[in-house]
């Protein structure tokens, strides 16, 4: 019987929590796969508990720096996952699915599909005083649907897309990435992803637009989008077994802002860069 890899007991993002609420990097500094220190037999179960410390912009295109670390919570019962913020999946969940609940509605040896829901906080006008007059973006659901398909050598395809199921002026936005996982000891392994974003009408005007309104408050030029690519990263991560339930990582991710939302009035700096580093305890 062919068995399927190990998955990472838990995953920094370059900002943690808010690929999907469009306020930082859309890089994932993935972490690798679990190393040969880490691996157990699968289980019905898993947990994990622990932190990622992050430093980055606020959102995509500030050129201001925020750094903050967030704990973790991260549970799987089956197909079934639960995981308190986009950094943290456990063992048998597919990598950088975005956290929030999910379930597996494929689950191979090489291709691995979900559908999950998760909390966008929006994003709120006192985050950044380049913000002032746009107000804030409501807090709502996002229904998102992954798809990745493993390759030779480590290589790994993905596409993702996530629309905002109350229709709070999210929009759908998703990203395209290929990865390759290396393990380079049996102790420590390293990530390398690229990705492409892109979003709607609606993603791109409510997060780079600039309306009437808006413009009369800060003085902004009346910006209308329209759907289109929204940024290119790429992302290294690294990760070391401390012991066979305790790992550290880290990684460093550089996003560029392109198209419509570089030339908007809100982009400050269109190239952001963003680092972190974590600490997993798995049950």
């Known amino acids: 019987m062919v068995q399927r890899r190990s998955r990472p007991a838990l995953l920094p993002t370059a900002l943690a ?4 609420a469009g306020c ?7 972490s690798a796969e679990e190393t040969q220190v880490e691996r157990a037999p699968s289980r019905a179960w898993d947990a994990a508990v622990g932190f990622v410390a992050n430093n980055g912009p606020p959102y995509p295109g500030s050129a201001r720096r925020d750094t903050g670390i967030t704990p973790g919570l991260a549970l799987r019962w089956g197909r079934v996952s639960l995981a308190s913020r986009s950094a ?30 998760r909390i966008d906080s929006g994003r709120r006008e006192s985050d950044s005083p380049e913000l002032l007059g746009q107000g804030d973006i409501r807090r709502t659901l996002r229904l998102r649907l992954s798809v990745s ?6 290589w790994r395809l993905r596409s993702t897309a996530a629309v905002d199921a109350l229709g709070r002026g999210g929009g759908l936005l998703g990203e395209l990435q290929v990865a390759r996982d290396l393990p380079l000891t049996p102790s420590l392994g390293a990530n390398a992803t690229l990705s492409l974003g892109w979003g709607d009408r609606r993603h791109l005007q409510t997060y780079y637009g600039v ?18 690519l929204r940024d290119l990263s ?50």
């Open 17 to 20: 929590g808010s690929v999907l």
């Open 24 to 30: 930082a990097a859309s890089a994932l500094a993935q």
């Open 88 to 117: 943290f999946s456990v063992r048998g969940t597919e990598a950088g699915t975005g956290g929030g609940l999910r379930v597996e509605l494929a689950d191979g040896e090489r291709l691995r599909a979900g559908l999950g829901l």
């Open 149 to 154: 398909y493993r390759l030779h050598d480590g």
């Open 211 to 228: 309306t009437p309104e808006q413009a009369a408050r800060n003085g902004n030029p009346v910006t209308t989008l329209s759907a289109g």
């Open 234 to 283: 790429f992302s290294l991560g690294l990760r070391q077994a401390l012991a066979p339930r305790w790992a550290v990582f880290g990684g460093v991710a550089v996003s560029q802002l392109v198209g419509q939302a570089a030339d908007s009035p809100l982009t400050r700096e269109p190239g952001s860069w963003g680092m972190n580093l974590g600490l997993v305890h798995r049950f």
